[in-house]
């Protein structure tokens, strides 16, 4: 099988597990990359995670190379596993605020869960600000209809995006437009 990173090399079978990780290691890079509807994670920032990212990538490339020592794969799981967590939050989070309390897939003890794991959003308090506030309607001024305008077009990408169901893309486009 060659090798991932398209050098053209013959990777052999004791290290195809590893250009699999590779793979799957730069798609989860991709997939941040076309997120751009999703606020950045935690503390650290979206840079922050993707540059990890890109060093674990560049590990497990090096290894495939036989050029570096060391074993690069604990650090490339844990990378994966926190990124595809972080990325699952980051969806849950903008659906919620989206979608205010009709958010069908979250329970209280989800949004807890999520200040928990992401105390700088302090999200029950976001969700709960935005309960029973019809956005339209509030001000009529250019300013409020240009935010409008933003958050369709974001409620459009999550759905483009496959993070928004039809219904639920619905729902948050009355409730952004008042009109439930
Ligand atoms: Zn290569």
Same mark, same amino acid.
């Given at each position: $099988?060659? /090798?991932? /990173?398209? /050098?053209?090399?013959?990777? *052999?079978?004791? #290290? ?9 290691? =730069? #798609?989860?890079? #991709? ?35 036989? @050029? ?5 794969? *604990?650090? /490339?799981?844990?990378? $994966?596993?926190?990124?595809?967590? $972080? ?5 849950? $989070? ?12 979250? +329970? @209280? =003890? ?8 992401? *105390? @700088?959003? +302090? ?37 483009? @995006? ?7 893309? =619905? ?7 008042? +009109?439930?």
């Amino acid at each position: $099988m060659d /090798c991932v /990173c398209g /050098c053209g090399r013959n990777i *052999p079978k004791d #290290l195809l597990e590893r250009n699999f990780a590779a793979a799957t290691v =730069a #798609l989860e890079l #991709l997939a941040w990359d076309k997120n751009r509807a999703l606020p950045g994670p935690g503390p650290e920032g979206r840079e922050g995670l993707i540059a990890r990212g890109v060093e674990c990538y560049d590990q497990l490339l090096y290894s495939l190379h036989r @050029e570096g020592g060391g074993d690069p794969d *604990p650090g /490339c799981r844990a990378w $994966m596993a926190e990124s595809l967590e $972080m990325r699952a939050d980051l969806s849950d $989070m903008t659906k919620r605020r989206l979608l205010g309390n009709k958010a069908p897939n979250l +329970s @209280e =003890a989800d949004l807890e869960r999520l200040d928990r794991r992401h *105390p @700088e959003r +302090s999200f029950t308090g976001a969700a709960a600000a935005t309960r029973g506030a019809p956005l339209a309607g509030a001000t009529a001024t250019a300013t409020a209809d240009d935010d409008l305008v933003e958050k369709l077009e974001r409620l459009r990408a999550l759905r483009d @995006e496959g993070a928004l169901t039809d219904a639920e893309f =619905a729902a948050a486009k009355s409730r952004l437009l008042g +009109s439930d």
